[in-house]
């Protein structure tokens, strides 16, 4: 169910952003790859929306398929926070690497 109020939705995606300023390439929804965190700032979006968008990061990925992004509390351990499928054009895109590479990711939270 969608929340209705725009400043709840804004306060939620808040929350969630002070916590998710790691960023991680991910091989599926909950494995992490072995490549290091890179930070984001976020800045909320029109007011109420419920959006919230980071920095770009650059994370350098080994070879392999990378199918989701991973927000985490802290550049090393800490928790999952969230972790969003990689999409372009609202369908699934997952990114391979045949070689080691760069991962442009510009992040997003949004809370529906």
């Excluded at 895109?93 to 070689?99: C, K």
């Amino acid at each position: 169910m969608p929340l209705s109020q725009g400043s709840t939705k804004e306060a939620l995606a808040g929350d969630l952003a002070v916590k998710a300023t790691w960023v991680a390439a991910m091989t599926s929804a909950s494995a992490e790859a072995s490549a290091a965190r890179k930070q984001t700032t976020w800045s909320s979006g029109t007011a109420g929306d419920g959006v919230y968008t980071g920095s770009q990061v650059e994370i350098d990925v080994p070879a392999g398929v990378y199918t989701h992004i991973g927000y985490f509390l802290a550049s090393t351990g800490g928790s999952l926070v969230q972790g969003n499928e990689i999409k372009a054009g609202g369908s699934p895109a997952p990114q391979e690497f045949t070689g080691a590479g760069k991962l442009l990711v510009t992040p997003q939270i949004e809370v529906d």
